[in-house]
């Protein structure tokens, strides 16, 4: 085990000033330049590195030096989408990833009431798709609850189960998605605008201690795994306004890029941001048959999702949004909803074409999430418009194989489309990697071994390349890397430091990082650095 150590710096002083900054010295130093793509130490000064090179006597003038021998340093981890206090209540809630039963999630969820406090018990991570029963019905989980509101989200965040309390108090009765049995009872299965109804109502009856506990130890886990930048996809879906004014006003030890999911571009122009969207949603997920095909799923005939916006309402919300100078991104799963955004942008550049606009669209780098089946034939149209993929390697290791969900829901031939990293890449499309932090493990290195071990061997991108997708890529996606990325004098100071070397090793997973620094001060572990006193900028 390493741990990092103050060394004393010889005396050294230069045109009679103090000497300044702390020198790093490792074992590696991995850059992503182009010209020094490798070093075993770097110079920090306030918030910059003001040199890389391969030998520490050399540096110029520093007060401190930090011994990590046994260590690797490399670029700070971008999660490119993230849902920060839904992870954090996640890692405080009951975590139901594990059970495949009727009865066992009853006993969990009664465990967990009798155990905590709280007025709703907040379920994560179930997988519909590995369930063996039938799932337990609103009174069953009611009866176990302890007088608490359930909410059970499933894996990929469309779909929850829910108590009969949850049912009778949240504004359900004209909402659409909530299942009924063959009688028109509520089952409590919620999908599409009814899981949103009831995901805000379980949100409005958590305190807010709760809930600001929640975000210090969302953020606190991220940058303890090498996370130095998060894009919080907040909405008015997901956590609220309320919530995400407190991502980008609040002090973190992490560095916050906010999108707001609505169709009101008004939000983020208020609060100063450059971009807006994020999980604005075109489609829903694979797990709930809401995401939007082009030809029906395999497991349920005639049934192929559905689009959430018609295509005026969101050219027109394209065109505002770019006239107003903003980046966009909107969530598209399936490639029926990926044909629509490429549609639509095509009818946004003919109306700028014709105002002289011409080039707007690809200076404004836009976005699309998920973009899980990735038609071959549109790369061409994305890289044209200069529209960057936003997506999430770990889905694709939990569920990309045959016998797995997706294998199930859209058969083996449409199976081998998804998440077709390497014709990206090839067609010179931007790539940006995220976790989605729905409650999984909070880990860079996951997305990196997901993404080089894909299941199609033809869509498998290298470890390198996969870092950079998981660094330099989200850098690119939030139009930063003038500044910040890649490890090189006159950069940002954001670097992650990993004990022995997870860039070389078989499997880098769980790598320990022993040091993050967030513009030249300490988020996570010890050095004679400035401590990260809250908000990055």
């Known amino acids: 085990m390493t741990t990092p150590l103050p060394v004393s710096a010889p005396e050294r002083t230069t045109g009679g000033h103090a000497p300044r900054g702390t020198l790093l010295v490792a074992d590696r130093v991995v850059t992503l330049g182009h010209a020094r793509t490798t070093a075993v130490a770097l110079l920090v000064r306030g918030s910059r590195v003001v040199w890389v090179g391969d030998d520490p006597d050399l540096a110029p003038p520093h007060h401190d030096q930090i011994d990590l021998r046994g260590c690797v340093i490399g670029p700070g981890f971008v999660d490119a989408h993230a849902h920060m206090t839904t992870y954090g209540l996640a890692q405080a809630g009951l975590d139901v990833s594990g059970i495949s039963r009727a009865a066992d999630l009853l006993h969990a969820i009664g465990a967990y009431a009798a155990h905590h406090t709280g007025r709703v018990v907040w379920g994560h991570g ?9 799932f337990p019905g ?7 609850a302890l007088g608490r509101a359930v909410f059970v989200a499933f894996a990929d965040g469309h779909t929850s189960l829910v108590d009969r309390r949850t049912l009778a108090s949240a504004p359900l009765a004209r909402s659409d998605g909530v299942e009924r049995d063959g009688h028109g009872a509520p089952t409590g299965l919620l999908r599409r605008e009814a899981n949103n109804i009831a995901r805000r109502w379980s949100i409005g009856a958590i305190d807010d201690h709760q809930l600001t506990a929640a975000r210090h130890s969302a953020a606190d886990a991220a940058v303890a795994c090498g996370i130095v930048s998060v894009h919080e996809m907040g909405g008015p879906d997901m956590m609220g306004l309320t919530d ?5 006003a609040g002090c973190w030890p992490v560095e916050v890029i906010g999108y707001w999911g609505a169709l009101d571009v008004e939000v983020a122009l208020s609060r100063e941001l450059r971009q807006v969207g994020g999980d604005l949603c075109l489609d829903g997920s694979f797990g709930a048959h809401t995401a939007a095909l082009t030809a029906p799923y395999a497991d349920v005939p005639g049934q192929a999702g559905m689009l ?12 505002e ?14 490639d029926a909803a990926l044909r629509q955004l490429i549609r639509c942008w095509r009818s946004v550049e003919e109306h700028l074409e014709q105002r002289a606009s011409d080039g707007m669209i690809r200076r404004g780098r836009h976005r699309v999430e998920h973009a899980e089946l990735l038609p071959i034939d549109v790369l061409d149209d994305l890289a044209s418009l200069g529209i960057v993929v936003s997506t999430q390697p770990n889905s694709l290791g ?12 859209l058969g083996e031939e449409r199976l081998q489309q998804l ?18 932090s729905n409650g999984g493990p909070l880990d860079p290195w996951r997305w990196i071994r997901s993404a080089e071990q ?3 061997a033809k869509s498998r991108v290298s470890r390198l390349e996969a870092v950079s997708m998981s660094t330099l890529g989200g850098r690119h996606a939030a139009r930063q890397e003038r500044y910040v990325g890649v490890v090189r004098a006159g950069m940002r100071a954001d670097l992650a430091v990993f004990e022995g070397d997870p860039y070389n090793d078989e499997d880098p997973t769980d790598a320990r990082c022993v040091l993050t620094v967030v513009q030249g001060r300490v988020a996570h572990g010890e050095a004679p650095l400035p401590d990260a006193p809250g908000r990055t900028h």
């Open 398 to 409: 939990r569920w990309g194989r045959i016998g797995s969900m997706y294998s199930d829901r």
């Open 244 to 248: 995400f004014d407190a991502w980008i």
């Open 138 to 144: 609103p009174d069953e989980i009611a009866e176990v």
């Open 454 to 456: 894909h299941p199609s």
């Open 321 to 334: 949004a770019s006239l107003a100078g903003l980046q966009t991104s909107l969530h598209a799963v399936g």
């Open 126 to 134: 179930l997988d519909g798709h590995g369930f063996v029963d039938e």
């Open 308 to 319: 959430e916006l018609d295509d005026a309402t969101l050219a027109a919300w394209l065109l």
């Open 419 to 436: 998440h077709p990293y390497r014709a990206i890449t090839d067609h010179g499309v931007g790539l940006a990697f995220g976790g989605a």
